[in-house]
């Protein structure tokens, strides 16, 4: 079935440095989603891309969506310790065998040294 | 506030019971789903609802798991006859609202915990 992997599984930072996550899908994608989760809490929508090769940004953060639509990226510019916790890309497939859910990658923890 | 109530929070109960968690959104969604979380992993699908109709489960789900959304604004989840396995934490989604009409808005979970 439709499969969204992620990675890294786990980054620690120092405060003022950068991150990335990464995201791949095994099939092309009709929009992605990123959400961000607190620890402790639930998902959060962040951000949603849906042309090819499209750009958003977010203050400090910025998302790309592949030209193949398969796969996107997540940047931070010089971390805060508020960007704590883990963020979660989640892809809506365009085959009807794979229905109109959302399926969400396993997640980058993001941890923050200050 | 999520804007969606779920109930109970936190759930303990013994292996072979029967459980109900509900879910309630403050406004009006034609779409809601339910996930199903457990620690150091992403949401994973488990069904969704247009209105009233139940339009997809997961494959993956055994047929111990029913849901409902008998007016097409609150939701249950029951699960019969518990297994260890089924411990984690259950989120309901509504679709669309201020953030865009394909973003899921996650209320705050119910937690199960068998044993």
């Known amino acids: 079935g439709q499969q969204v992997m992620q990675i890294p599984q786990y980054q620690h930072v120092q405060e003022g440095e950068d991150f990335t996550t990464y995201c791949n899908s095994s099939?092309?994608?009709?929009?992605i989603q990123w959400y961000k989760q607190r620890p402790g809490g639930h998902p959060v929508f962040l951000i949603q891309?849906?042309?090819?090769?499209e750009v958003k940004k977010q203050k400090r953060l910025t998302f790309q969506f592949g030209e193949a639509k398969k796969n996107s990226s997540l940047h931070i510019t010089a971390t805060q310790t508020t960007d704590v916790g883990t963020y979660f890309c989640?892809?809506?497939?365009?085959?009807?065998?794979?229905?109109?859910?959302?399926?969400f990658g396993a997640g980058t923890i993001l941890r923050v040294k200050s | 506030d999520t804007g969606v109530s779920q109930n109970p929070r936190h759930k303990i109960t013994k292996r072979g019971q029967n459980v109900t968690f509900r879910c309630d959104p403050i406004?009006?969604?034609?779409?809601l789903y339910w996930y199903r979380q457990t620690l150091g992993q992403g949401p994973e699908f488990l069904t969704y609802?247009?209105?009233?109709?139940?339009?997809?489960k997961s494959r993956l789900l055994s047929d111990r798991f029913s849901a409902e959304r008998p007016k097409g604004s609150f939701s249950t989840l029951e699960i019969q006859r518990t297994e260890q396995g089924d411990s984690a934490m259950y989120l309901c989604?509504?679709?669309?609202?201020?953030?865009?009409?394909?973003?899921?808005?996650f209320g705050a979970g119910s937690r199960l915990t068998v044993l």
């Open positions: 989640a892809g809506r497939g365009f085959s009807v065998e794979y229905g109109n859910k959302l399926v």
């Open positions: 891309l849906v042309k090819s090769g």
């Open positions: 099939t092309t994608l009709s929009n």
């Open positions: 609802f247009q209105n009233e109709a139940q339009l997809e």
């Open positions: 989604a509504p679709e669309g609202g201020d953030s865009g009409a394909n973003v899921l808005t």
């Open positions: 406004s009006e969604h034609n779409r």
